[in-house]
């Protein structure tokens, strides 16, 4: 025990009374990283056994956890001392009065009296700061590792003003700081200069202000001073270097600090760009200025757009004094105007056409880039079109002016007082100096009336000229009838007359040699729109074409002429017995010798009889047909023809005989013109004082059926009112005339009977090896008498009469087939029958059959056949058929 106090005080004496028992910590290394850090020492030489951090000179940092160097690594002769700390590495700070504690490898005991300076330590890395600093001053960030672990904490050693510091913000005692990110404030100053975090001065970072910025120039031409606008100029002027286009500038102030320079009396007659560059204490700015001396313009002139035109600017600095080959590049609205030469207060450019014209277009000229200016915003407006004067002759207006442009899109508008609707004309001729327009002036009712002029622009606004009033000098008419031969009247339209007419504007015509005139009516518009107006005037009496006449209204007298109506016919009456016809109508006019009459071609004006302005009357000829008839009066044709048709004849009636009643009632009448229509002259039969009724009608045939079956026929005929032929018709006894062949095919046996007045049938069959076949008859009926059905060589059987002219025709069919050559037809009529042999013939039917008509075309001999009629009376129907008289 008492050994042991004795070592203890020992121990403390030596520690107090040597002093300096364990040697400095010599380190050799270093090693770290964010979160370590080991130093490595000599391993036989005292080494680090914790650190005591001071935040100044005299106070340790009390709020420190505790912490110890591991030094028990010895690899060779180096030892290797790995620091370790409750807290993390970014709160290692302290000043450079921080204390190592060390020992001596020999013993335990720590002294911590070494300064940390001894040590190789951790030093900053990772460096990293927000900005830079303007020449006025600010706070940066700085980032990075060990900002803070030798020096501070609250000011940072620069080389900036000789080794002054700069004032570190926040408190470091706060274990919530973060001592890798500390904002510096940066007081205001120029240049370059170097961070020293380690107030041992090792490791000195460099840095400096920004760079000087130049925003915008102002020239102030009064004064010549011009203005640079920017940052980071200072506030000495002895460390700022100005340069025009790599001039320095000796004659400039700061005019504002940090943010203006202004350099003064800048003389500058030149134009176009300059580079400015600006260094303050030795820091050059990253970008250049370029600063313009503009062209100045004060007035524009204009061009027309379709002719290239030679655009006059005025203004100031247009051109380059020091180098006249420094030409600009001009716009004039989104069109280049090619430069042809300039002097400093006007340049000529030349303006390709420019179809759309334009208003307002705004111009630059541009110097080397610099964009003039244009205080008086003045601009380009294509040529507007000008009217000077206008005159109208021989139906044409030519109008006087400038800048019409291309006729193409361009319009006249006519318009005044009477002149209803604008007119608008765009067919016009443009001279190719567009100074003067021609087109046809269209039809006006008055003679004065206003004009302008449109240049359309398919882009902007159109350009309208001014407005010119015109005259259109000569009176213009125009006839628009032919007056009748008498009491006619001639209809004039009258153009380009006064507007609005006076109540004395009365118009007359004088026509031919005349020595009086004729008043016509007061000029009026027929519609209220009307484009013109009409007046009537009374014409005499004449013939023909080409009237000479004179028109005279006011004092204006115009020669024209007028052609008389044309004769036409409206109707014809014939007289009694058809002697004579006379036609009424208009335009006759009253004397033969001026009067032609045509008759189906033939000059047949010797017969006329009477004439006069509406009635001719002219003799009928009986080799007359029906056929058209023209006339001319005094040379002027019909407009269109009058058909003339003559009543009908009647030449009789023509039934067998002139008795017999064909085929159950049928009554042929003939004769010519029997279609004429209309009650006067209609063809009409009537038997037994009965009305037939029509069955076949053309001009030269007419077949009635009467309804009547009395056996006798009174029948008699009439053309209107008036009695034609008439005969007594008798019914004849039944009678066969025509038997021929049987035919007999797998569909059955048919025969066609031919006869007269075979309409009372009442029984057909045919008898066949004792068996009955019936028949069932249709008649069928020829409708002309004389017609021959078959030809003179039937087969008959013997007993029969060869008679050759049949008007009745029995068509009989069954549908059975009879398997022989020959039997007897048996037909049965009310008053009595008749029988016959006849032979059976087999017809083939056809091997490809055209169905309907194979039957007719399998029939031999050229032969017409019965059932063919009903074809027959069709075509009777159809056509004009010709019988014999
Ligand atoms: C050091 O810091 C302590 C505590 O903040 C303070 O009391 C002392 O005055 C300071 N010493 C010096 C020399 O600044
Ligand atoms: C530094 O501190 C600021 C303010 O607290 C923070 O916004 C920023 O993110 C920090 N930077 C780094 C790198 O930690
Ligand atoms: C500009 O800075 C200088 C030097 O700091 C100072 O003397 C002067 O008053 C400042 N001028 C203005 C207008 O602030
Ligand atoms: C700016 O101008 C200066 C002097 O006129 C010149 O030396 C420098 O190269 C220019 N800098 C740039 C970025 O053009
Ligand atoms: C109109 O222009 C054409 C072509 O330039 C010229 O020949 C003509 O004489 C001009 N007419 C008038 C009336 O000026
Ligand atoms: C120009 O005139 C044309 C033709 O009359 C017309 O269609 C067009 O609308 C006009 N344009 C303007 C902007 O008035
Ligand atoms: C041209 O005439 C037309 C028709 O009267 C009119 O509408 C238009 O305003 C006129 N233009 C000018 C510029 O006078
Ligand atoms: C027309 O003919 C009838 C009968 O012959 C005759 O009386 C009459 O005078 C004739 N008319 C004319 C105008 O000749
Ligand atoms: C009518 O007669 C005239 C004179 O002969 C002739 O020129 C004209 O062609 C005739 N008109 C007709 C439609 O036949």
Same mark, same amino acid.
């Given at each position: 025990?008492?050994?042991?106090?004795?070592?203890?005080?020992?121990?403390?004496?030596?520690?107090?009374?040597?002093?300096?028992?364990?040697?400095?910590?010599?380190?050799?290394?270093?090693?770290?990283?964010?979160?370590?850090?080991?130093?490595?020492?000599?391993?036989?030489?005292?080494?680090?056994?914790?650190?005591?951090?001071?935040?100044?000179?005299?106070?340790?940092?009390?709020?420190?956890?505790?912490?110890?160097?591991?030094?028990?690594?010895?690899?060779?002769?180096?030892?290797?001392?790995?620091?370790?700390?409750?807290?993390?590495?970014?709160?290692?700070?302290?000043?450079?009065?921080?204390?190592?504690?060390?020992?001596?490898?020999?013993?335990?005991?720590?002294?911590?009296?070494?300064?940390?300076?001894?040590?190789?330590?951790?030093?900053?890395?990772?460096?990293?700061?927000?900005?830079?600093?303007?020449?006025?001053?600010?706070?940066?960030?700085?980032?990075?590792?060990?900002?803070?672990?030798?020096?501070?904490?609250?000011?940072?050693?620069?080389?900036?003003?000789?080794?002054?510091?700069?004032?570190?913000?926040?408190?470091?005692?706060?274990?919530?700081?973060?001592?890798?990110?500390?904002?510096?404030?940066?007081?205001?100053?120029?240049?370059?200069?170097?961070?020293?975090?380690?107030?041992?001065?090792?490791?000195?970072?460099?840095?400096?202000?920004?760079?000087?910025?130049?925003?915008?120039?102002?020239?102030?031409?009064?004064?010549?001073?011009?203005?640079?606008?920017?940052?980071?100029?200072?506030?000495?002027?002895?460390?700022?270097?100005?340069?025009?286009?790599?001039?320095?500038?000796?004659?400039?102030?700061?005019?504002?600090?940090?943010?203006?320079?202004?350099?003064?009396?800048?003389?500058?007659?030149?134009?176009?760009?300059?580079?400015?560059?600006?260094?303050?204490?030795?820091?050059?700015?990253?970008?250049?200025?370029?600063?313009?001396?503009?062209?100045?313009?004060?007035?524009?002139?204009?061009?027309?757009?379709?002719?290239?035109?030679?655009?006059?600017?005025?203004?100031?600095?247009?051109?380059?004094?020091?180098?006249?080959?420094?030409?600009?590049?001009?716009?004039?609205?989104?069109?280049?105007?090619?430069?042809?030469?300039?002097?400093?207060?006007?340049?000529?450019?030349?303006?390709?056409?420019?179809?759309?014209?334009?208003?307002?277009?705004?111009?630059?000229?541009?110097?080397?880039?610099?964009?003039?200016?244009?205080?008086?915003?003045?601009?380009?407006?294509?040529?507007?079109?000008?009217?000077?004067?206008?005159?109208?002759?021989?139906?044409?207006?030519?109008?006087?002016?400038?800048?019409?442009?291309?006729?193409?899109?361009?319009?006249?508008?006519?318009?005044?007082?009477?002149?209803?609707?604008?007119?608008?004309?765009?067919?016009?001729?443009?001279?190719?100096?567009?100074?003067?327009?021609?087109?046809?002036?269209?039809?006006?009712?008055?003679?004065?009336?206003?004009?302008?002029?449109?240049?359309?622009?398919?882009?902007?606004?159109?350009?309208? +000229?001014? $407005? =010119? #009033?015109?005259?259109? /000098?000569?009176?213009?008419? @125009?006839?628009? *009838? !032919?007056?009748?031969?008498?009491?006619?009247?001639?209809?004039?339209?009258?153009?380009?007359?006064?507007?609005?007419?006076?109540?004395?504007?009365?118009?007359?015509?004088?026509?031919?040699?005349?020595?009086?005139?004729?008043?016509?009516?007061?000029?009026?518009?027929?519609?209220?729109?009307?484009?013109?107006?009409?007046?009537?005037?009374?014409?005499?009496?004449?013939?023909?074409?080409?009237?000479?006449?004179?028109?005279?209204?006011? +004092?204006? $007298? =115009? #020669?024209?002429?007028? /052609?008389?109506?044309?004769? @036409?016919?409206? *109707? !014809?009456?014939?007289?009694?017995?058809?002697?004579?016809?006379?036609?009424?109508?208009?335009?006759?006019?009253?004397?033969?010798?001026?009067?032609?009459?045509?008759?189906?071609?033939?000059?047949?004006?010797?017969?006329?009889?009477?004439?006069?302005?509406?009635?001719?009357?002219?003799?009928?000829?009986?080799?007359?047909?029906?056929?058209?008839?023209?006339?001319?009066?005094?040379?002027?044709?019909?407009?269109?023809?009058?058909?003339?048709?003559?009543?009908?004849?009647?030449?009789?009636?023509?039934?067998?005989? @002139?008795?017999?009643?064909?085929?159950?009632?049928?009554?042929?009448?003939?004769?010519?013109?029997?279609?004429?229509?209309?009650?006067?002259?209609?063809?009409?039969?009537?038997?037994?004082?009965?009305?037939?009724?029509?069955?076949?009608?053309?001009?030269?045939?007419?077949?009635?059926?009467?309804?009547?079956?009395?056996?006798?026929?009174?029948?008699?005929?009439?053309?209107?009112?008036?009695?034609?032929?008439?005969?007594?018709?008798?019914?004849?006894?039944?009678?066969?005339?025509?038997?021929?062949?049987?035919?007999?095919?797998?569909?059955?046996?048919?025969?066609?009977?031919?006869?007269?007045?075979?309409?009372?049938?009442?029984?057909?069959?045919?008898?066949?090896?004792?068996?009955?076949?019936?028949?069932?008859?249709?008649?069928?009926?020829?409708?002309?008498?004389?017609?021959?059905?078959?030809?003179?060589?039937?087969?008959?059987?013997?007993?029969?009469?060869?008679?050759?002219?049949?008007?009745?025709?029995?068509?009989?069919?069954?549908?059975?087939?009879?398997?022989?050559?020959?039997?007897?037809?048996?037909?049965?009529?009310?008053?009595?029958?008749?029988?016959?042999?006849?032979?059976?013939?087999?017809?083939?039917?056809?091997?490809?059959?055209?169905?309907?008509?194979?039957?007719?075309?399998?029939?031999?001999?050229?032969?017409?056949?019965?059932?063919?009629?009903?074809?027959?009376?069709?075509?009777?129907?159809?056509?004009?058929?010709?019988?014999?008289?």
């Amino acid at each position: 025990m008492e050994k042991k106090i004795i070592l203890l005080i020992l121990f403390l004496f030596s520690i107090f009374k040597s002093g300096h028992s364990v040697g400095r910590p010599m380190s050799v290394d270093v090693i770290f990283d964010e979160k370590s850090f080991s130093i490595t020492f000599e391993s036989f030489r005292s080494y680090p056994t914790r650190l005591i951090l001071y935040q100044n000179e005299t106070t340790p940092r009390y709020e420190m956890a505790p912490n110890y160097f591991n030094c028990s690594l010895v690899i060779g002769n180096r030892r290797h001392c790995s620091f370790h700390s409750d807290e993390p590495f970014s709160r290692l700070w302290g000043s450079i009065e921080s204390k190592v504690c060390a020992r001596e490898v020999s013993s335990p005991v720590e002294e911590c009296s070494f300064d940390l300076s001894s040590l190789d330590y951790p030093f900053v890395t990772n460096l990293k700061y927000s900005n830079k600093p303007k020449t006025s001053g600010g706070d940066i960030v700085i980032t990075g590792n060990y900002l803070r672990s030798r020096g501070g904490p609250n000011h940072i050693l620069t080389t900036f003003d000789y080794m002054t510091s700069f004032v570190v913000k926040g408190n470091f005692s706060d274990p919530s700081f973060d001592c890798n990110n500390i904002t510096v404030v940066v007081p205001p100053g120029s240049g370059y200069f170097e961070f020293a975090f380690d107030e041992t001065g090792d490791n000195l970072f460099p840095f400096s202000y920004e760079s000087p910025k130049i925003s915008s120039t102002f020239f102030d031409g009064g004064y010549l001073i011009l203005s640079i606008n920017g940052d980071n100029f200072f506030t000495d002027k002895s460390l700022v270097e100005v340069y025009f286009d790599d001039i320095k500038q000796t004659n400039f102030i700061i005019s504002v600090n940090h943010t203006q320079i202004q350099v003064n009396n800048v003389n500058r007659p030149d134009l176009g760009p300059i580079s400015i560059s600006v260094k303050v204490n030795e820091i050059p700015a990253e970008k250049n200025y370029t600063h313009c001396f503009p062209p100045l313009i004060i007035s524009v002139s204009s061009v027309s757009n379709y002719s290239d035109g030679i655009v006059t600017i005025q203004g100031d600095k247009l051109f380059s004094t020091l180098n006249s080959s420094f030409t600009p590049s001009i716009t004039i609205g989104n069109k280049q105007c090619t430069y042809i030469k300039s002097n400093t207060n006007e340049l000529k450019c030349k303006l390709d056409p420019n179809q759309n014209g334009g208003k307002n277009l705004p111009v630059n000229v541009n110097f080397g880039g610099c964009n003039s200016i244009n205080p008086h915003s003045v601009t380009l407006t294509y040529n507007t079109p000008t009217l000077s004067s206008g005159s109208y002759s021989n139906g044409f207006v030519t109008l006087i002016g400038t800048h019409f442009g291309k006729n193409e899109e361009s319009f006249v508008q006519l318009y005044g007082n009477g002149i209803n609707d604008n007119i608008k004309i765009d067919q016009l001729n443009v001279s190719s100096d567009e100074k003067n327009l021609t087109f046809k002036l269209p039809l006006l009712r008055c003679s004065t009336f206003n004009i302008n002029f449109t240049r359309v622009k398919l882009v902007g606004s159109n350009m309208t +000229s001014n $407005t =010119i #009033s015109i005259s259109a /000098s000569s009176l213009l008419i @125009n006839v628009i *009838n !032919r007056p009748n031969l008498s009491n006619g009247s001639l209809n004039i339209e009258i153009y380009y007359m006064d507007c609005p007419i006076s109540s004395s504007s009365q118009p007359s015509i004088t026509v031919g040699n005349s020595s009086s005139s004729t008043q016509c009516s007061t000029p009026s518009l027929q519609y209220s729109n009307s484009s013109f107006y009409v007046t009537t005037c009374s014409t005499p009496y004449g013939t023909g074409i080409n009237k000479q006449f004179i028109f005279q209204l006011n +004092s204006d $007298t =115009i #020669s024209d002429e007028y /052609s008389y109506a044309p004769p @036409n016919i409206e *109707n !014809r009456k014939f007289s009694k017995g058809q002697y004579n016809i006379t036609f009424y109508g208009n335009n006759f006019g009253n004397s033969i010798s001026y009067i032609k009459v045509y008759f189906n071609g033939n000059d047949i004006s010797s017969e006329i009889l009477t004439l006069t302005n509406n009635q001719l009357t002219i003799k009928t000829l009986n080799s007359y047909e029906n056929g058209p008839i023209n006339i001319t009066v005094d040379g002027i044709k019909m407009e269109s023809l009058f058909n003339l048709k003559f009543p009908p004849v009647i030449y009789g009636i023509i039934n067998k005989d @002139n008795k017999t009643i064909a085929c159950g009632g049928f009554i042929t009448v003939s004769g010519k013109n029997l279609l004429s229509n209309g009650d006067e002259f209609k063809v009409k039969v009537l038997a037994n004082y009965k009305n037939t009724t029509i069955i076949v009608q053309n001009e030269k045939i007419l077949i009635v059926r009467a309804d009547c079956k009395e056996s006798q026929l009174s029948v008699s005929t009439y053309i209107g009112e008036d009695l034609g032929p008439n005969a007594i018709l008798t019914y004849l006894k039944p009678m066969i005339t025509v038997i021929p062949t049987i035919k007999n095919n797998k569909d059955g046996i048919s025969i066609s009977v031919g006869g007269v007045s075979l309409s009372g049938i009442i029984y057909a069959s045919l008898v066949v090896s004792s068996t009955n076949v019936s028949l069932s008859c249709n008649l069928q009926c020829s409708l002309s008498p004389n017609e021959t059905l078959y030809d003179s060589n039937p087969k008959l059987s013997s007993n029969e009469t060869d008679i050759t002219n049949s008007t009745d025709c029995l068509s009989c069919h069954s549908n059975s087939f009879v398997n022989e050559t020959s039997g007897v037809l048996y037909l049965q009529f009310s008053s009595t029958s008749f029988h016959y042999d006849v032979k059976i013939e087999e017809i083939q039917l056809p091997l490809s059959p055209p169905s309907s008509n194979g039957r007719s075309s399998k029939l031999s001999g050229g032969q017409l056949q019965v059932f063919q009629l009903f074809v027959l009376v069709i075509l009777l129907v159809l056509s004009s058929f010709t019988i014999n008289q």
